[in-house]
């Protein structure tokens, strides 16, 4: 077979000369990442779809398969003469494979023989591994009940030497005869040696006690086994012998207030996780016997103990015999690194009997229906509780105190929702009280409050006022009811509100008959609702203004963004009441404007003065024109209006009343001038009728001044006198665009341009 004849590579072209080879890939294109190990062509194609379309990335690898395969025949050109010699070298190949086979399988059999030998030995070793594992497990219960039998046996070996000692509480003294016959310096000897006895006995105590917490450990540890359960009988024995023993030392060192035999006596009870005993002994001992004697509550004192209900003063006893009869065992129990912080005598044992004490000596105290004894027993119970506060060493025991049960249990006692209850029906009703009246209340003392522009003028005002600081007095306020407090100031403002708003909206319809509660808006003279402008205006200055400091004063123990939401609510109820003013001020206005229409009905006489009579030009106003304003001239110059209006306020209603009355009079003048000009054209058509009837000439004019004419003269006159009486009161009835389209509407062609009069 002949070689073939190496082609030579495509000559380049000249574009390949200065650029790029016709084969080179762009920069993405990385040929060298397929030869990696790791090369995953999922994940490739992956990253690169994100930039590269996949056109492009098809083209690209068919033009890198293509580039391969040149590059393969390129190769197998280059070494054809070795790649066909590879075939010819390939001999005997069976026969090599079966030489080789023979030492592979018995290379196998060694393998698997040691395998199997290994898997032998490693059985066996689990095997033993396991025996051991049973062996050691045994060999600790075993142990464990050794222990368990030395202890007990430890336990009541100490317990037998404690006969020796005194069990019933009492002092080892010598008889009283020996004492007498002792001299003065060895007379307090025995008492030492029985004092010594004591302690001697207590640290015993607590040796026992330690071997008793070892033995419940090793107990919790082997459990449902029959050794334990044969030695129950004689641990309880134990346990109940080492009570008692350690009860009467305990109660001897609080009789004696022995700091020594105090401290290993509670250390023995933290050490058997007893402490509830020691709070009751202390308990049944020292406090109990104190709270007999403050607050009676036994059979035979039920007729001393029904005098009084008040606990201020027994509180104050109470304080007394803690300072000078508990405080030695408070300060033993939460001495610093004592070990003694598990006890707690504040709760479980002083808190405990003076909540008995109350419950079964004064359980009056606790009944709301008595709001104001209710709450002087709440503050003093709080400032009760503040004191045994004090005891606690830290923050962490203060937070425990207020944790434990009793605690929660003596706050139950206190009902402040009922309390609450009560104090609003109280303060509600009496404004509801006050606002169900049928007719507006002036103070009793409002005569002599005349020139005070500050003192509330009515009373339902007053009892608002009075209802809203009653309910942040001392002796009603209660913080835990703040909250419901501020709900119910609020809504007293609220009702108020309601109050003045369905008021003023009935008198306005004229339909008290609907709403029950309104007759006095419709019984009211327009001087009336002076007195409500000024207690409006009092009122939101009280509100905004002191009230509101005394408020917050109260609530400053609460965070800032608390404080914030109680003045923006409170400045809100102000700002309602402060609203009602404009409407106050409008139903004044509505009862003057009403006053002066009665009079300006009298237009409805010119027009028949002037119809019926032959009468010549006006040369002076009606007089019905000086009683148009009287009612608010009156008004103003009135002494609640001068004592109680502020000049704005004052202002403010002239101006208002003079533009409505002026807007009525403009409407009754135009629709007279309309109604006599429609007439006079109507009797003008009639005349000229009759007189084309009678063959007279129609061009004849009367050149007399119409009735018209005349009745605009008059009603001219008129509203210049009206002019001079708003001049009179303070308002320039040219600034008054009712009044300047008055003007308009009657005054002469010739007049017209000019406001003056």
């Given at each position: 077979?002949?070689?073939?004849?190496?082609?030579?590579?495509?000559?380049?072209?000249?574009?390949?000369?200065?650029?790029?080879?016709?084969?080179?890939?762009?920069?993405?294109?990385?040929?060298?990442?397929?030869?990696?190990?790791?090369?995953?062509?999922?994940?490739?194609?992956?990253?690169?779809?994100?930039?590269?379309?996949?056109?492009?990335?098809?083209?690209?690898?068919?033009?890198?398969?293509?580039?391969?395969?040149?590059?393969?025949?390129?190769?197998?050109?280059?070494?054809?003469?070795?790649?066909?010699?590879?075939?010819?070298?390939?001999?005997?190949?069976?026969?090599?494979?079966?030489?080789?086979?023979?030492?592979?399988?018995?290379?196998?059999?060694?393998?698997?023989?040691?395998?199997?030998?290994?898997?032998?030995?490693?059985?066996?070793?689990?095997?033993?591994?396991?025996?051991?594992?049973?062996?050691?497990?045994?060999?600790?219960?075993?142990?464990?009940?050794?222990?368990?039998?030395?202890?007990?046996?430890?336990?009541?070996?100490?317990?037998?030497?404690?006969?020796?000692?005194?069990?019933?509480?009492?002092?080892?003294?010598?008889?009283?005869?020996?004492?007498?016959?002792m001299s003065s310096a060895t007379t307090f000897q025995p008492v030492e040696n029985g004092t010594n006895v004591r302690e001697t006995q207590s640290m015993l105590l607590e040796r026992?006690?330690?071997?008793?917490?070892?033995l419940k450990f090793y107990i919790a540890h082997a459990q449902n086994l029959p050794f334990i359960e044969n030695m129950e009988k004689r641990i309880k024995s134990a346990s109940l012998?080492?009570?008692?023993?350690?009860?009467?030392?305990?109660?001897?060192?609080l009789e004696h207030q022995n700091a020594n035999v105090i401290y290993n006596c509670l250390r023995a009870y933290a050490a058997i996780d007893n402490t509830r005993n020691a709070e009751?002994?202390?308990?049944?001992?020292?406090?109990?016997?104190?709270?007999?004697?403050?607050?009676?509550?036994?059979?035979?004192?039920?007729?001393?103990?029904?005098?009084?209900?008040?606990?201020?003063?027994?509180?104050?006893?109470?304080?007394?015999?803690?300072?000078?009869?508990?405080?030695?065992?408070?300060?033993?129990?939460?001495?610093?690194?004592?070990?003694?912080?598990?006890?707690?005598?504040?709760?479980?044992?002083?808190?405990?009997?003076?909540?008995?004490?109350?419950?079964?000596?004064?359980?009056?105290?606790?009944?709301?229906?008595?709001?104001?004894?209710?709450?002087?027993?709440?503050?003093?119970?709080?400032?009760?509780?503040?004191?045994?506060?004090?005891?606690?060493?830290?923050?962490?025991?203060?937070?425990?105190?207020?944790?434990?049960?009793?605690?929660?249990?003596?706050?139950?006692?206190?009902?402040?929702?009922?309390?609450?209850?009560?104090?609003?029906?109280?303060?509600?009703?009496?404004?509801?009280?006050?606002?169900?009246?049928?007719?507006?209340?002036?103070?009793?003392?409002?005569?002599?409050?005349?020139?005070?522009?500050?003192?509330?003028?009515?009373?339902?005002?007053?009892?608002?006022?009075?209802?809203?600081?009653?309910?942040?007095?001392?002796?009603?306020?209660?913080?835990?009811?703040?909250?419901?407090?501020?709900?119910?100031?609020?809504?007293?403002?609220?009702?108020?509100?309601?109050?003045?708003?369905?008021?003023?909206?009935?008198?306005?319809?004229?339909?008290?008959?609907?709403?029950?509660?309104?007759?006095?808006?419709?019984?009211?003279?327009?001087?009336?609702?002076?007195?409500?402008?000024?207690?409006?205006?009092?009122?939101?200055?009280?509100?905004?203004?002191?009230?509101?400091?005394?408020?917050?004063?109260?609530?400053?123990?609460?965070?800032?963004?608390?404080?914030?939401?109680?003045?923006?609510?409170?400045?809100?109820?102000?700002?309602?009441?402060?609203?009602?003013?404009?409407?106050?001020?409008?139903?004044?206005?509505?009862?003057?404007?009403?006053?002066?229409?009665?009079?300006?009905?009298?237009?409805?006489?010119?027009?028949?003065?002037?119809?019926?009579?032959?009468?010549?030009?006006?040369?002076?106003?009606?007089?019905?024109?000086?009683?148009?304003?009287?009612?608010?001239?009156?008004?103003?110059?009135?002494?609640?209006?001068?004592?109680?209006?502020?000049?704005?306020?004052?202002?403010?209603?002239?101006?208002?009343?003079?533009?409505?009355?002026?807007?009525?009079?403009?409407?009754?003048?135009?629709?007279?001038?309309?109604?006599?000009?429609?007439?006079?054209?109507?009797?003008?058509?009639?005349?000229?009728?009759?007189?084309?009837?009678?063959?007279?000439?129609?061009?004849?004019?009367?050149?007399?001044?119409?009735?018209?004419?005349?009745?605009?003269?008059?009603?001219?006159?008129?509203?210049?006198?009206?002019?001079?009486?708003?001049?009179?009161?303070?308002?320039?009835?040219?600034?008054?665009?009712?009044?300047?389209?008055?003007?308009?509407?009657?005054?002469?062609?010739?007049?017209?341009?000019?406001?003056?009069?």
């Amino acid at each position: 077979m002949m070689d073939p004849i190496p082609t030579a590579p495509p000559p380049r072209s000249a574009t390949d000369l200065f650029s790029d080879p016709a084969d080179s890939h762009p920069l993405w294109f990385k040929s060298n990442l397929f030869l990696s190990p790791n090369f995953d062509s999922e994940s490739y194609i992956s990253e690169l779809r994100t930039f590269v379309p996949f056109e492009t990335l098809r083209s690209e690898l068919q033009a890198h398969l293509s580039s391969l395969n040149h590059e393969l025949i390129d190769l197998i050109n280059r070494d054809y003469a070795d790649f066909v010699n590879l075939s010819t070298k390939l001999v005997d190949v069976d026969a090599a494979v079966v030489r080789m086979r023979a030492p592979l399988l018995e290379l196998r059999e060694k393998i698997d023989g040691f395998r199997g030998a290994l898997e032998g030995s490693l059985v066996a070793l689990q095997n033993g591994l396991k025996q051991r594992s049973e062996a050691a497990s045994a060999r600790e219960v075993l142990e464990l009940l050794l222990d368990t039998f030395h202890v007990v046996s430890k336990v009541e070996k100490l317990i037998k030497e404690l006969p020796s000692l005194p069990a019933d509480g009492s002092d080892v003294d010598v008889n009283l005869e020996e004492r007498k016959s002792m001299s003065s310096a060895t007379t307090f000897q025995p008492v030492e040696n029985g004092t010594n006895v004591r302690e001697t006995q207590s640290m015993l105590l607590e040796r026992i006690a330690s071997e008793m917490n070892r033995l419940k450990f090793y107990i919790a540890h082997a459990q449902n086994l029959p050794f334990i359960e044969n030695m129950e009988k004689r641990i309880k024995s134990a346990s109940l012998l080492l009570d008692a023993s350690l009860g009467h030392c305990f109660v001897h060192g609080l009789e004696h207030q022995n700091a020594n035999v105090i401290y290993n006596c509670l250390r023995a009870y933290a050490a058997i996780d007893n402490t509830r005993n020691a709070e009751e002994i202390f308990s049944n001992t020292v406090v109990a016997p104190l709270m007999q004697k403050i607050i009676p509550h036994g059979p035979s004192e039920a007729l001393a103990g029904a005098s009084g209900d008040e606990l201020e003063s027994d509180y104050e006893q109470i304080k007394q015999c803690v300072e000078k009869d508990c405080k030695f065992l408070l300060d033993i129990s939460s001495a610093e690194n004592s070990g003694l912080h598990v006890f707690d005598f504040l709760a479980n044992s002083i808190l405990k009997e003076v909540l008995s004490a109350i419950q079964k000596g004064k359980p009056g105290a606790f009944s709301p229906g008595r709001p104001t004894q209710f709450l002087r027993n709440y503050k003093s119970s709080l400032d009760f509780l503040a004191y045994l506060e004090g005891y606690c060493p830290s923050r962490s025991a203060v937070a425990k105190f207020r944790a434990e049960a009793i605690y929660v249990e003596f706050m139950k006692q206190w009902n402040v929702g009922v309390y609450f209850s009560l104090r609003f029906q109280e303060i509600a009703g009496a404004l509801d009280s006050a606002l169900t009246a049928a007719s507006l209340a002036p103070v009793q003392n409002s005569n002599s409050n005349q020139g005070n522009s500050q003192a509330l003028t009515l009373k339902q005002s007053a009892t608002l006022l009075d209802s809203m600081k009653s309910c942040w007095r001392q002796d009603v306020f209660l913080l835990p009811c703040s909250d419901k407090f501020l709900r119910l100031s609020l809504q007293l403002l609220s009702r108020y509100s309601n109050w003045l708003s369905s008021g003023l909206a009935a008198r306005s319809s004229g339909h008290a008959s609907f709403n029950p509660g309104n007759e006095w808006a419709i019984s009211a003279a327009p001087d009336d609702f002076i007195y409500i402008i000024h207690d409006i205006n009092c009122l939101a200055t009280e509100v905004s203004g002191d009230y509101l400091t005394h408020v917050l004063q109260l609530l400053s123990s609460c965070s800032s963004e608390v404080l914030d939401l109680v003045k923006q609510s409170i400045l809100e109820g102000g700002k309602s009441l402060s609203s009602m003013l404009p409407v106050v001020i409008n139903t004044i206005v509505d009862a003057l404007v009403e006053k002066a229409v009665e009079d300006l009905r009298q237009l409805k006489g010119i027009t028949a003065t002037y119809r019926m009579t032959n009468k010549p030009l006006p040369v002076r106003h009606s007089p019905y024109v000086s009683g148009v304003l009287r009612p608010l001239k009156t008004l103003l110059e009135g002494e609640r209006a001068m004592t109680y209006l502020t000049p704005e306020a004052k202002n403010e209603l002239l101006l208002d009343a003079a533009t409505q009355i002026t807007s009525r009079y403009h409407e009754l003048a135009a629709e007279l001038i309309s109604v006599a000009r429609k007439t006079e054209s109507s009797l003008l058509k009639i005349r000229q009728g009759a007189q084309r009837r009678a063959g007279a000439s129609s061009d004849v004019s009367d050149h007399n001044v119409s009735d018209t004419d005349k009745i605009c003269m008059q009603l001219f006159l008129d509203i210049q006198e009206y002019g001079r009486s708003l001049a009179a009161l303070g308002v320039q009835a040219a600034d008054i665009p009712p009044y300047r389209s008055l003007w308009q509407c009657v005054a002469p062609s010739d007049r017209q341009s000019l406001i003056k009069f």
